[in-house]
């Protein structure tokens, strides 16, 4: 699987990009898994590949369990999409399907920071794998 995870935003702050790095470096043994930057919707819509399947994260979108997201990504893989392309910090481009980390606004760095953490509890919880050593 190949994730590719856009902010809308031109940095995050250190303490979000050092966790970040951890989570992803955890994740390199399950999938690719990458945080690109953007600055606004015009760059996003150049950089964003049409075979992707594109997620939008938003306080508006469907609330789903860690492991119904387990589910969903075991899902992704079985069908063959392995090209996901998750989109942080606009949701007023086309996308597939928008998911939601919770229904109160937070900043995206912080929303990145549980994206990335919830990806990789989902492949602990596909692989039967306890989530804390």
């Known amino acids: 699987m190949n994730y590719?995870?856009?902010?809308?935003r031109t940095k995050l702050q250190k303490f979000y990009d050092n966790a970040i790095k951890e989570y992803n470096k955890r994740l390199s043994r399950y999938c690719k898994c990458s945080l690109l930057f953007v600055k606004n919707k015009e760059e996003l819509l150049k950089k964003l590949s049409p075979k992707s399947y594109k997620i939008c994260i938003s306080s508006c979108g469907i609330q789903l369990s860690s492991e119904e997201l387990a589910h969903k990504i075991n899902h992704?893989?079985?069908?063959?999409k392995s090209d996901i392309a998750i989109i942080i910090g606009t949701n007023e481009l086309p996308y597939d399907e928008c998911l939601s980390i919770g229904?109160?606004?937070?900043?995206?760095?912080?929303?990145?920071?549980?994206l990335f953490e919830q990806i990789y509890r989902s492949y602990r919880i596909i692989n039967n794998q306890p989530y804390h050593k």
């Open 76 to 80: 992704f893989g079985v069908s063959g």
């Open 4 to 8: 590719k995870i856009y902010v809308v």
């Open 103 to 114: 229904p109160m606004d937070m900043d995206l760095g912080l929303m990145a920071t549980i």
